[in-house]
């Protein structure tokens, strides 16, 4: 059983920054696409970024690019997300989620793709 943990959240002003983490306890040979996805009340749960097991190729939303960063330590299941410039219509519960039997270069980005959820951690930002 894979267990995916996110921390990092919290509340903060428009405009200030917040960096998320996530660790996917599965084997470090095995490879798996990671991304964050979020869920504001009453609205559909979104893609936020996500990125492949090698690193090298992400996805962002259109209503993220330019503001947030997904990254990856290198060969491990673990990510990050830094969100930079945050408004109020960021305001949700973000949760990590890991794909297994990724190729290497495959970015996921669809929440139907993900089988590994995190828990959940809130970003709250403040107008």
């Known amino acids: 059983q894979v267990q995916v943990v996110e921390s990092g959240g919290g509340s903060v002003q428009a405009g200030g920054s917040l960096r998320l983490s996530c660790a996917a306890s599965a084997p470090t040979f095995a490879r798996y696409g990671m991304a964050w996805f979020r869920q504001a009340p009453g609205k559909e749960r979104e893609s936020v970024a996500a990125i492949s097991w090698s690193g090298g190729n992400t996805f962002y939303s259109e209503s993220v690019k330019g503001r947030f960063t997904i990254s990856r330590v290198s060969n491990r299941n673990t990510v990050h997300l830094q969100m930079n410039s945050l408004k109020s219509e960021d305001t949700a519960v973000y949760y990590c989620?890991?794909?297994?039997?990724?190729?290497?270069?495959?970015?996921?980005?669809?929440?139907?793709?993900?089988?590994?959820w995190g828990q959940g951690t809130q970003v709250t930002v403040s107008s």
């Open positions: 989620a890991a794909s297994s039997g990724v190729r290497s270069a495959e970015v996921r980005f669809k929440p139907d793709d993900y089988y590994y």
